[in-house]
């Protein structure tokens, strides 16, 4: 059984709601993305407001990232928190962030001191060359911070 199907003509009203559309859409994926990615004052926003007033120190945490990810869709990624991990001292919390991804905070990874030792390794995505940042807090409060540069080469959020 075979069924016959008419077809009409695009008339124009119908073709400028289709190029409006189509326009729309382009527009929506090549030239906006660009506006919806993080910067270093929404990372220091997103550290504060995990921290509150408290101050960052420097140390504590090694941060392994390459200088150049040829392809920012698996970014290898791994730190160390130097700490003993005993009842009394230990890392709580490392959270990393990026500066230019469409969200600043990247992942949260949390510790007690059954975990022996506070390290990971890990792939992240990067959209587009910018700095990594690990924020540690340890058990008595403190905030230990590191920072390093990745330049990526091919986008690895739809670049």
């Given at each position: 059984?075979?069924?016959?199907m008419?077809?009409?003509?695009?008339?124009?009203?119908?073709?400028?709601?289709?190029?409006?559309?189509?326009?729309?859409?382009?527009?929506?994926?090549?030239?906006?993305?660009g506006?919806?990615?993080?910067?270093?004052?929404?990372?220091?926003?997103?550290?504060?407001?995990?921290?509150?007033?408290?101050?960052?120190?420097?140390?504590k945490?090694?941060?392994?990232?390459?200088?150049?990810?040829?392809?920012?869709?698996?970014?290898?990624?791994?730190?160390?928190?130097?700490?003993?991990?005993?009842?009394?001292?230990?890392?709580?919390?490392?959270?990393?962030?990026?500066?230019?991804?469409?969200?600043?905070?990247?992942?949260t990874?949390?510790?007690?001191?059954?975990?022996?030792?506070?390290?990971?390794?890990?792939?992240?995505?990067?959209?587009?060359?910018?700095?990594?940042?690990a924020?540690?807090?340890?058990?008595?409060?403190?905030?230990?911070?590191?920072?390093?540069?990745?330049?990526?080469?091919?986008?690895?959020?739809?670049?």
């Amino acid at each position: 059984m075979t069924e016959k199907m008419e077809m009409t003509p695009l008339g124009r009203r119908a073709f400028v709601k289709l190029a409006g559309g189509g326009a729309a859409a382009f527009v929506a994926t090549t030239l906006l993305p660009g506006l919806a990615e993080a910067d270093a004052k929404a990372v220091s926003a997103a550290i504060k407001k995990l921290i509150g007033d408290k101050k960052t120190k420097p140390g504590k945490i090694t941060l392994e990232l390459p200088q150049i990810a040829e392809n920012g869709r698996t970014v290898p990624v791994a730190f160390e928190v130097s700490s003993p991990m005993t009842e009394n001292d230990h890392v709580k919390a490392v959270h990393v962030f990026a500066e230019k991804n469409p969200r600043p905070d990247v992942a949260t990874f949390r510790f007690t001191p059954a975990s022996g030792k506070a390290r990971v390794a890990t792939r992240m995505r990067l959209a587009k060359t910018q700095n990594v940042v690990a924020v540690a807090e340890m058990s008595d409060g403190t905030v230990y911070m590191s920072k390093s540069t990745v330049k990526v080469t091919i986008g690895g959020c739809g670049g």
